[in-house]
Structure formats: structure tokens, C-alpha cells
């Protein structure tokens, strides 16, 4: 009789939806092409003293925790590759995973991991580079897997999807025989990935229905033969570099060259391999892990070829310029910055912001009465993000001088500038007044009781500040019970207001300044010198706003 085997199903019936695990093979030890060389990772090399506990990330992203989908809970060596139990993390984008997952069109997998040793070879022309001993660091979801062995795995016998097996048998066959041979096929197919042997030699030994006592006795013989047909290399490499995801390199090499810049910045141990390095060293280096010859280019040409090619070299300067900016945006901030409450918006939309009542006011039950329903009531106000920015051009001439300082300079004018924008954006919302959704402006003495007269002192007005403040109430007309907590003022008013909110040492009740718990905060954009305000902590109380782009603060 003809006995027909079809592919299995490739949708992974290991996922369990209510654990939110599931099983994959996230490497199989196969060869990996990569610029200029065969990367080969030996699963017997492999250390996965760190991987238990590692994360789950996107696409090797590790820049937030908005990259990460979950972590991994178990890690082992099995016949197949290096299988992995992953449980993913609750959120509406994990949700959307997993439902890929089980429906089969999300399926690639690859481990991030580093290499402290590496062995030198070449087999038939083509250089191949051996890790001794590699630490897997996390694993990755990815749209397109260097392995194209790794898979989210299925329960019992995972077939290959082009596999069709076609046998002329006599007679009934036995179900046992069948489940025996597939299992070690798979096993010298391990073998083969384990040794760094070809599929032609594994095909060889399956054709041969070889046993695997048998594949792993021809499997020792070849390494054996071709460890004494490598011939022992007379020169001596040294490998200072890890192979990880160019987003790691970019951001340790990038801190190398930000630490040239601020002498101050401690540097991280992952990013001493990189320290000292100029930019004409950096894109040597850039081009040199692409592959590329960089032999007797000079400055000129190393950088250009940095810049407009396939490198990480624009990544490490623009990281180091990030750096830089950064820097000097988290200086001291305006007075008003530190009244406002900042949040995220996830687009380009008008944001809704609620605001709700207090409870509604407690009523007396009578021993056979009955519980009333209130209410809550609310209010809300709208505002949208937009996006601004300029363009400040790092020269050419400034890279192949290796001009740090004005490298520095440029990035740090830049985080200057945008810290202040912000503030003037903040100080010029704040004077605007503007209507909220009732109709009135947020200042206003009728409509809500905020903004007083002038008085003939400041201790006089700040005692009716502070006593309209008490007084203020909910769009339901319960007190809010809000106590002040900064006093706002322009520089025309700091030394008057500072005697005004000086803790003194009484001797006499009298004598006590009642506003000392108050702190006084100046902001030099405030143009009117006699406006001044009285400020709750916005820790407590809504007040004023602002947003970034939810992922692009």
C-alpha cells in the first residue's frame, strides 16, 4: 500500500490563553549569514544562567518598557534547539500577539545574546566565525528570524511545513514505527545544528535510516576531520566586541563618545570598549562590523562612507547628541514648569479631560427607609499635541576634526532651546487666560471666584487668596477642601514676596508668619509686575497640563 505523511498544522498548540505562556524554539544552532562571514552558535556553547527571568521583547527594542512583551520563565536544551517558556504581559498589545500566535501568522523568533569568545575558521572559502561559549540575554518576536528553524512550538511530533513523505510499505503500519523514526530524525537533525554539520549530511544519515548511535559516531568522525583539515591560524585575533542588535552598539558607543564631551559622565562597563574612540574611530569600526574594507581610507573617506552606507554610525552620533540634549533640557526648571502636571497622549487627537464631582452628599435612612441614588457631576476640557522642531546641522568639517566640543555645544543649545519653548509656551497659556468649556475664563472673579482685586499689601492678599481658595467648589457645589501650596510670581516681586513668606523665629503668637508654609516660585516670562498667582500642589488638584506624543517624549 502507498503511505502519504502531509505537513502538520504550524498553529502552536502550546499557547494557553488563560496563563498567558507559551513554548518556542527560539534558536536551533544553525549557521547565520552575516556581512562578510557564517555566524554559528553552537547550542553545547550556549550559558543560560541569565535567560530565566530575561524579558521578551519586540524586535530586540529595549529603549522603555513599552518594548517589552513579557519574560521568560523557562529555558532548556532539547533535541530540537533551545526551547523557551515565554508568559507575555497583560495589555491590549500582547492580546493582539497572542491571537497571531494562535492563529499562525506571527512566527518569528529570535535570542539576543552575547560573545565573549569567538574561533576563527574558514570552511571551502567562507569565512566562519565559532562562539566558544555565547550567554543568551533575552528573546525577541521578529518579523523576519536570522534561524529559520525557530518556531513557536506545537504538542508532540512538529513536522516541517515542506515536508511530504512518500513510502511503498506491504501490510499495515505500525503507528509506533512511524512516531519512532520522526523522533530521531529530529534527533539527527540536532545533532547535525549541535556538531556544525550541513542538512545534506543530516538528509544522508535519514536516507540511511541511520540509528543515532550510528549519527553520532560518523557525526564525531567529521568534526574530527575537519578540525584536522583546519589549518592553526599564526596570527593572533583579539575580538572586543559583542555581536548584538545594532540599537545596543549605537547606544553604548554613542555614551563613549557623549563621555568625551562631559568629562563628569561615569561610563557604563558595557560601554568601556568604546571609550577614548574618535569619530574617525567610530566609523572605522561601523564599517568594519558591516563587512566593508576600510583598509588605507583616509578620515575624509572613512566618514563619508560611515554616514551614507548601511552602518551604525549615524545611531552612535545620534545618540550621543540625544545624550547631550538631554543634559541640558533636565537643568533647573522655569517657576511655572513646576505647576503644570504632565502626561502622554497617544495621537494627534483632542485629548478629553474629565474632571468629576465629589460624591454626592450623604442622606439619613430611616429604619425601614430606602438607600437614594445620587450622582456624580462632571466637567471636561479638551487640547490637542502638535509637533515643532528645527534642524541644526552637525558639520563635516566638525566630524573629521573630531571637534567634540562643538559637537557638544550644538547638542546642548538644542537642549536648551526646546526646554525653553516649553516654558514659554507654559508661562504664555497661563497669561492667556483662556475660556474653559463653560464660557468663562479660567480667571475669574465672578464666574469662579480666582482672581482678586488689587490690595493695599501682600500679606492682605494672600490672606484672600488663600480664603477663596478654601472656598472653592465642584461643578456639583460641594467644597473641594484644596489648600494652596506655591505662591507664582515675576522677578519684580522676589525680594518683597520672599519677606513676605520668611519663616521667622516668634517669640510672641503675634509674631508668627502664618504664609511661611508657602514656596515661592519666580518665573522671570511674566510681564505684568503686579500679576501674581497663588498655586495648589498639582499633585492633588488638576490644574495646568501639558503632553507628549505617548512614545516620543
Known amino acids: 500500500m502507498i503511505f502519504c505523511t502531509r505537513a502538520a498544522n504550524l498553529r502552536p498548540s502550546t499557547l494557553d490563553p488563560e496563563a498567558r505562556t507559551v513554548e518556542a524554539v527560539v534558536s536551533t544552532g544553525a549557521d547565520v549569514p552575516r556581512p562578510g562571514f557564517v555566524e554559528r552558535l553552537p547550542l553545547a556553547a550556549a550559558d543560560l544562567s541569565r535567560l530565566e527571568g530575561a524579558p521578551v521583547l519586540d524586535a530586540h527594542q529595549r529603549s522603555s518598557m513599552a518594548h517589552q512583551l513579557g519574560v521568560i520563565e523557562n529555558a532548556r536544551i532539547a533535541p530540537e534547539g533551545l526551547v523557551v517558556r515565554m508568559r507575555f504581559r497583560t495589555n491590549p498589545e500582547t492580546d493582539a500577539l497572542m491571537s497571531d500566535i494562535a492563529a499562525g501568522s506571527v512566527r518569528g523568533l529570535s535570542v539576543g545574546y552575547s560573545v565573549p569568545r569567538w574561533r576563527e575558521s574558514r570552511e571551502g572559502g567562507q569565512r566562519v566565525r565559532t562562539a566558544e561559549s555565547w550567554m543568551a540575554r533575552e528573546v525577541s518576536v521578529v518579523p523576519v528570524a536570522a534561524d529559520p528553524g525557530a518556531h513557536f512550538r506545537s504538542q508532540g511530533v512538529t513536522m516541517e511545513p515542506e515536508t511530504e513523505v512518500i513510502e511503498a510499505v506491504t501490510g499495515t503500519p505500525n503507528p509506533a514505527t512511524i512516531e519512532t523514526r520522526a523522533e530521531t530524525n529530529r534527533a539527527i537533525r540536532s545533532i547535525a545544528a549541535t556538531a556544525g554539520l550541513t542538512r545534506a549530511w543530516a538528509d544522508d544519515q535519514i536516507d540511511r535510516a541511520a540509528t543515532l548511535d550510528a549519527a553520532r559516531a560518523d557525526a564525531f568522525e567529521a568534526m574530527r576531520t575537519r578540525q584536522a583539515a583546519t589549518p592553526t591560524p599564526t596570527t593572533r585575533i583579539e575580538v572586543g566586541i559583542e555581536h548584538e542588535a545594532p540599537d545596543a552598539i549605537a547606544t553604548r558607543a554613542g555614551e563613549a563618545l557623549y563621555a568625551r564631551t562631559a568629562p563628569a559622565h561615569q561610563l557604563s562597563e558595557q560601554a568601556r570598549p568604546w571609550a577614548g574612540m574618535t569619530t574617525r574611530d567610530l566609523a572605522a569600526d561601523c564599517l568594519r562590523r558591516s563587512g566593508a574594507s576600510i583598509m588605507g581610507a583616509s578620515t575624509e573617506t572613512l566618514i563619508t562612507r560611515a554616514l551614507h552606507s548601511a552602518t551604525d554610525f549615524p545611531l552612535i552620533l545620534g545618540d550621543a547628541v540625544n545624550r547631550g540634549m538631554r543634559a541640558a533640557y533636565e537643568t533647573p526648571s522655569s517657576g511655572v514648569r513646576q505647576l503644570a502636571r504632565q502626561t502622554m497622549s497617544r495621537d494627534f487627537r483632542a485629548k478629553r479631560r474629565l474632571q468629576l464631582s465629589q460624591g454626592p452628599t450623604l442622606e439619613k435612612v430611616g429604619e425601614t427607609g430606602e438607600f437614594t ?3 456624580l457631576e462632571e466637567s471636561e476640557e479638551f487640547y490637542a499635541v502638535e509637533t515643532f522642531g528645527r534642524i541644526i546641522a552637525v558639520s563635516r568639517q566638525m566630524l573629521i576634526n573630531d571637534d567634540v566640543g562643538a559637537f557638544a555645544d550644538v547638542s546642548g543649545r538644542m537642549g536648551v532651546a526646546a526646554r525653553t519653548f516649553e516654558n514659554a509656551r507654559l508661562t504664555a497659556k497661563l497669561v492667556e487666560n483662556p475660556l474653559l468649556s463653560d464660557g468663562i475664563a479660567v480667571f475669574d472673579a465672578a464666574g469662579h471666584s480666582n482672581q482678586a482685586a488689587q490690595v493695599a499689601t501682600i500679606e492682605a492678599a494672600l490672606d484672600a487668596a488663600r480664603t477663596s481658595m478654601r472656598r472653592q467648589t465642584d461643578a456639583s457645589g460641594q467644597m473641594i477642601e484644596v489648600a494652596p501650596r506655591f505662591v507664582l510670581v515675576p522677578p519684580d516681586l ?14 510672641e503668637t503675634a509674631q508668627i508668619n502664618p504664609f511661611s508654609a508657602l514656596s515661592l516660585l519666580v518665573e522671570p516670562r511674566l510681564a505684568a509686575p ?14 495646568l497640563e501639558w503632553a507628549y506624543l505617548e512614545g516620543a517624549p
Do not use: F, H, K
Request: net charge negative; charged share 20%; no cysteine.
Open 373 to 375: 441614588q445620587g450622582s
Open 494 to 507: 522676589e525680594t518683597e514676596m520672599q519677606r513676605a513668606l520668611a519663616e521667622v523665629a516668634a517669640n
Open 530 to 543: 503686579m500679576t501674581w498667582y497663588v498655586v495648589a500642589d498639582p499633585a492633588t488638584i488638576d490644574g
